[in-house]
């Protein structure tokens, strides 16, 4: 079956920095677009970042652009986000997601599978 894993969360001071790793087992990796979302406590789970399946094409939300890249390893059957310039309100449980449509999306229904979620915490 479909797992996707991710790792790399833990507690950093405002203005350090993170590498997630989402390692996918269960697909062909390749055939799918990959994105990024992330959900804080009490608020709806928010759309991060997305790749497509080939790595050329990224998308970002508009509160994270600039600070986190998005990237890719096929070969690895594994995504990437590297955040950077972290804040606190960038506290959050972080998932990623997998979706097999041809245009990047940020709408969450779009993504056909779903890891666990790390969590990340930024100090003030």
Do not use: H
């Not at 994270?64 to 804040?87: C, E, H, P, W």
């Amino acid at each position: 079956q479909v797992s996707l894993v991710e790792s790399g969360g833990g507690l950093v001071q405002a203005g350090g920095s993170l590498r997630l790793s989402c390692a996918a087992s269960g697909l062909t990796f390749s055939d799918y677009n990959m994105g990024w979302f992330r959900q804080a406590p009490g608020k709806e789970r928010e759309f991060v970042a997305a790749i497509s399946w080939s790595g050329r094409r990224t998308y970002y939300a508009d509160s994270v652009k600039g600070r986190f890249t998005i990237s890719r390893d096929n070969a690895k059957t594994t995504a990437y986000l590297q955040m950077n310039s972290l804040r606190p309100e960038d506290t959050a449980v972080y998932y990623c997601a997998a979706d097999r449509t041809y245009d990047l999306t940020y709408r969450a229904n779009d993504y056909d599978y779903w890891g666990q979620g790390t969590q990340v915490t930024v100090s003030s």
